[in-house]
């Protein structure tokens, strides 16, 4: 079965902070994304990644940097957490030209700071 | 701004009633609408999609109706069941931005037994 693994389910951290939110797909999958989750709002794209070593900005990458040193792995970093950064955080991943333009999910990160 | 505005965001319904939650979209060069299914606990999952190119598009109990020349598209569950409790999010997207999908900000459905 195909799979986005984020690496944490629930994390607690501290304003000031520098964290690192881990995403894993073994899809083989050029394309890789971060959105983060808030009531009301949606989902808000913060970066993505069209292949290794390349990166994008989304609508909301104030705050953010990723990290994309291999095809599987794409690396969300809070440089100095805020608590307005307090949100569920998605990956996803999709194949590169796909017709259907189908992502394929994590099951989150709810982060915490505090 | 808000590219892809959705409503309502909670809705209840009776099991065997019709569930419909629309959304509406400014840029005309969007040429892709999916929506997704989330669960509590997971992340969200593709339900069903359309392109421009045609009106309507049915999937079992699922159906995507879609107005081009309102800018709007809408999501049908008919016979609507407990199971189909979750979150819905409509979304758009454009070839020529990387096909990056635009999310609406989310119906929370909730079918009564």
């Known amino acids: 079965d195909v799979k986005v693994t984020q690496s944490s389910r629930y994390l607690v951290k501290r304003t000031g902070e520098k964290v690192f939110l881990e995403c894993v797909q073994d899809m083989d999958h050029e394309n890789m994304f971060w959105y983060r989750q808030d009531p009301g709002l949606g989902l808000r794209l913060i970066y993505f990644?069209?292949?290794?070593?390349?990166?994008e900005k989304g609508d909301i990458p104030e705050g953010y940097s990723v990290s994309r040193e291999k095809k599987e792995r794409f690396s969300l970093i809070l440089e100095s957490a805020s608590t307005n950064q307090t949100s569920m955080y998605l990956c996803?991943?999709?194949?590169?030209?796909?017709?259907?333009?189908?992502?394929?999910f994590g099951s989150g990160t709810r982060l915490t700071v505090v | 701004q808000q590219q892809v505005k959705q409503s309502p965001q909670s809705l209840i319904v009776q099991k065997g009633g019709i569930s419909i939650i629309n959304c509406a979209y400014e840029n005309t060069a969007f040429d892709y609408f999916p929506w997704y299914q989330q669960f509590p606990g997971k992340g969200p999952a593709l339900l069903i999609a359309?392109?421009?190119?045609?009106s309507e598009k049915k999937e079992g109990r699922f159906t995507i109706s879609f107005n081009k020349s309102a800018k709007q598209f809408s999501l049908h569950i008919m016979d609507s069941q407990p199971g189909d409790s979750a979150t819905y999010f409509c979304a758009a997207s454009m070839d020529n931005q990387g096909g990056k999908l635009i999310f609406g900000q989310g119906t929370e459905l909730s079918v009564k037994p």
């Open positions: 990644s069209y292949d290794v070593k390349m990166k």
């Open positions: 359309i392109r421009p190119d045609v």
């Open positions: 996803a991943s999709r194949i590169q030209g796909a017709t259907n333009y189908g992502y394929t």
